[in-house]
């Protein structure tokens, strides 16, 4: 079986998590404080805030934008249902922009329409969480300059995103967003097993969200509303969450840390090597932004419309000869629980045609050359069977 994604961990990965847990703490310790500075310092952001899931580093960032029940938040529908989940847990609405046909991230186009559509009808939106898809950074630049003039905030949900690059400079430096946010589930690019982080160049919405990721509770003199009457003494100022990281998940995580860019670099070179054998195959390859590195932590092909209608039995195939494909992702506003909130089909006809044709392929550091060549064939053998029915028999 070959997964379409796998965590590669190291010996020295194994030491540090060992090592933690001969220490003293075990729970969020000095080691979540290396990791939130090694990953700061990587992307060129001023805070960040490790928690147990990206999803949890969702909730704490919008939360400390203050999205509220009268508030709206904006998604991509081509993403995982956290980057939408997060605006319900705080009791705001969602809704969706469509998505770029080339690079599946939202595209700033529908983005600026659909922003004039919504002053005019006095319904704008108070923050959008931007995607990048596959790891590929969405045009960030061009976002943030049509969303500011609306005064709107900016979350950029990076889960698949750490180790790329967006005009030379290291997603995650929060140049055009208030927040950034990463997951470290072992599919993505590093991993904590499970866990998440949250990046920003704010203060005050760095402390926010600490605040946040631990009950509400401070024992910090200067933030409480009374002198403290002895050192046992904190005080919970708002209604926080226990989000926080244990110093064993981030010891794997620091650990990971030093390989980002190794691993990206592997996946970019297995990227190039699938472009290559794919290249007379009916299908298109992932397309690449100018001055934007991706993390590849997805390949992602999109079947042209001759084979779109097999998609199915292309994934069939694949999956019964141990081949691990997947598609990313099922649009978002046609799970069960959106479509009671009003979504339907034909929402979004770009989000909805992309997933039609979407097929993701294995991909990650230890891929090796031969399973490279194992997902190719299979896929060219089940693209050269004439009829469904040597598939279904196969
Ligand atoms: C994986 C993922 C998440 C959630 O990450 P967890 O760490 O599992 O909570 C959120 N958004 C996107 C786009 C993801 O791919």
Request: glycine content about 10%; overall charge positive.
């Given at each position: 079986m070959i997964p379409y994604g796998r965590q590669e961990i190291s010996k020295s990965d194994v030491e540090s998590v060992i090592s933690v847990l001969q220490s003293e703490y075990l729970t969020q310790g000095p080691v979540v404080e290396k990791f939130e500075n090694y990953i700061a310092d990587f992307c060129n952001s001023k805070y960040s805030v490790a928690v147990n899931s990206a999803t949890s580093a969702l909730h704490i960032a919008v939360a400390s934008l203050e999205l509220g029940h009268d508030d709206i938040l904006w998604t991509s529908?081509?993403?995982?249902v956290a980057s939408a989940n997060c605006a319900r847990y705080c009791g705001a609405s969602v809704d969706f922009i469509d998505i770029d046909p080339d690079t599946f991230n939202i595209c700033p186009d529908a983005l600026n329409e659909k922003l004039e559509h919504a002053q005019r009808a006095g319904r704008l939106p108070s923050v959008i969480v931007v995607v990048h898809m596959g790891g590929q950074s969405a045009d960030m630049e061009r976002i943030s300059c049509v969303v500011r003039p609306y005064g709107i905030r900016i979350v950029e949900d990076a889960s698949h995103a750490i180790g790329g690059y967006y005009h030379g400079r290291p997603v995650g430096n929060c140049e055009f967003s208030d927040i950034t946010v990463f997951s470290f589930h072992p599919v993505k690019i590093i991993t904590t097993a499970e866990g998440g982080m949250a990046l920003t160049n704010s203060e005050e919405l760095a402390s926010k969200m600490k605040l946040l990721r631990s009950?509400?509770?401070?024992?910090?003199?200067?933030?409480?509303?009374?002198?403290?009457?002895?050192?046992w003494y904190y005080e919970q100022l708002e209604l926080g969450w226990n989000y926080r990281m244990s110093d064993i998940h981030a010891a794997l995580g620091l650990s990971q840390a030093n390989r980002i860019s190794n691993f990206v670099e592997r996946r970019n070179r297995l990227a190039s090597v699938y472009d290559e054998l794919l290249d007379e195959l009916p299908v298109d390859i992932p397309g690449r932004q100018k001055n934007t590195v991706s993390s590849f932590h997805l390949y992602i092909i999109r079947l042209k419309d001759e084979l779109s209608v097999r998609q199915r039995e292309i994934f069939g195939f694949l999956s019964s000869k141990g081949i691990g494909v997947n598609i990313h992702y099922i649009p978002v506003h046609l799970q069960p629980y959106y479509r009671a909130l009003g979504f339907r089909e034909g929402d979004y006809p770009i989000a909805e045609d992309y997933y039609s044709r979407a097929l993701t392929i294995p991909l990650f550091p230890n891929l090796s050359s031969e399973q490279q060549l194992e997902v190719v064939h299979a896929l060219k053998t089940v693209i050269n069977q004439s009829s469904s029915m040597d598939s279904l028999a196969a």
């Open positions: 529908p081509i993403t995982f009950h509400g509770i401070t024992r910090d003199q200067s933030i409480m509303t009374r002198t403290a009457s002895g050192s």
